[in-house]
């Protein structure tokens, strides 16, 4: 059965730094890897998705990478900002289908 | 290009009443999954129809039932609810839900039972 683990829970930064949030799975079997932001209460909005042939995808300050062999992805912030405080998840494709499953969570607090 | 749009954003209900959720995907998705939020358990996987048919479902009790029309738009209907079922109940669409595919989730429907 595949478990998706985020570490840590959550994450307190000054302004500016860089910062790695850290993802693993136990089998190493996925189809493709997202990575989501939340905003409390809201729905969430995807931010990368890296297919498991790809080993990682960039999107603006935004940097995911996937070893599959080692069952982890991480997802690289810089120059963190206040803005990007939220609650970050990543879900793993369980088949070939819309399937996803989801790690916890973990929540950022970038401080001025 | 239109999101993901969910209806109602909010219900209350009482234990033992049912309830009918609203989704209407992307334009041209034809995959539409459906997830449960709550604090101690994170999001589940419900179950995601596409093209009007079930393909996949989460461990969820009979009670939770969904189906998708021609149009891709899809529904999630809970029976005899019980407290338990308070959560925050999001849905996602994507092209096929292949694995090229990004998932799209929309605002979701905040149920409250009481």
């Known amino acids: 059965k595949q478990e998706v683990t985020q570490i840590p829970a959550a994450l307190s930064v000054p302004e500016g730094e860089n910062l790695v949030l850290n993802c693993s799975f136990t089998?190493?079997?996925?189809?493709?890897l997202q990575w989501f932001r939340q905003d409390p209460g809201k729905g969430l909005t995807s931010l990368l998705l890296?297919?498991?042939?790809?080993r990682e995808q960039t999107s603006g300050r935004l940097n995911a990478s996937l070893d599959k062999s080692s069952g982890r992805s991480t997802l690289y912030i810089a120059a963190s900002q206040p803005g990007d405080s939220a609650t970050y998840l990543c879900a793993v494709g369980a088949g070939n289908t819309g399937k996803l499953i989801f790690g916890q969570g973990t929540t950022l607090q970038v401080k001025p | 290009k239109a999101g993901v749009t969910q209806t109602p954003r909010y219900l209350i209900k009482t234990r033992g009443q049912q309830v009918t959720l609203s989704c209407s995907p992307i334009s041209g998705h034809r995959s539409v999954s459906w997830y449960q939020q709550t604090p101690g358990q994170g999001l589940q996987f419900l179950f995601e129809y596409f093209s009007e048919t079930q393909r996949n479902k989460g461990n969820f009790p009979g009670r939770f039932s969904g189906r998708q029309f021609s149009n891709s738009r899809s529904e999630m209907n809970v029976s005899t609810l019980e407290l338990g079922d308070s959560a925050l109940y999001l849905c996602a669409s994507s092209v096929t839900g292949a694995d090229y595919n990004e998932q799209f989730f929309g605002p979701g429907t905040r149920l409250t039972v009481l």
């Open positions: 890296i297919q498991s042939s790809q």
């Open positions: 089998d190493s079997a996925i189809y493709n």
